[in-house]
C-alpha cells in the first residue's frame, strides 16, 4: 500500500520561508511525477508545482520564482523550498505522487499558516 507523509508545515510571517518534505514508501513502481497542491478554505485544490522523474519542473503563476520543487527519485522522496511566503499562500498543502494516470496517490496534509 502507497502512503505519503508530509511534514514541514508551521506558522511563517509574510516573507518568510518554510520547507515541505514528502516521503512515498510502498511502491514498487517509480513516480513519474511527484509534486504539491494546496487547497485554503472554501476553495478548491489548486495545484503549486511538480517536478517529473526527468527532471522536468512546472509551477503555477502564483508561486513560479518564489518556490523551488526538487526530488530524490532513490529516495521516493519530493521537497517544496517555500521563499518570500505570502499570506495568500495560506492553505493545507498536499502532496502527489503518480505512478500512472490511474495509479495517483496524496499525502494527508500539512497546514501552513502565512500571518500578515
Known amino acids: 500500500q502507497v502512503q505519503l507523509v508530509e511534514s514541514g508545515g508551521g506558522l511563517v510571517q509574510a516573507g518568510g520561508s518554510l520547507r515541505l518534505s514528502c516521503a512515498a514508501s510502498?511502491?514498487?513502481?517509480?513516480?513519474?511525477?511527484m509534486g504539491w497542491y494546496r487547497q485554503d478554505l472554501e476553495k478548491q485544490r489548486e495545484f503549486v508545482a511538480a517536478?517529473?522523474?526527468?527532471?522536468?519542473?512546472k509551477y503555477a503563476d502564483s508561486v513560479e520564482g518564489r518556490f523551488t520543487i526538487s526530488r530524490d527519485n532513490a529516495k521516493n522522496t519530493v521537497s517544496l523550498q517555500m521563499d518570500s511566503l505570502k499570506p495568500e499562500d495560506t492553505a493545507v498543502y498536499y502532496c502527489?505522487?503518480?505512478?500512472?494516470?490511474?495509479?495517483?496517490?496524496w499525502g494527508q496534509g500539512t497546514q501552513v499558516t502565512v500571518s500578515s
Open positions: 502527489k505522487a503518480i505512478v500512472d494516470p490511474s495509479r495517483a496517490y
Open positions: 510502498g511502491s514498487t513502481f517509480s513516480f513519474v511525477v
Open positions: 517536478m517529473y522523474i526527468n527532471g522536468i519542473t
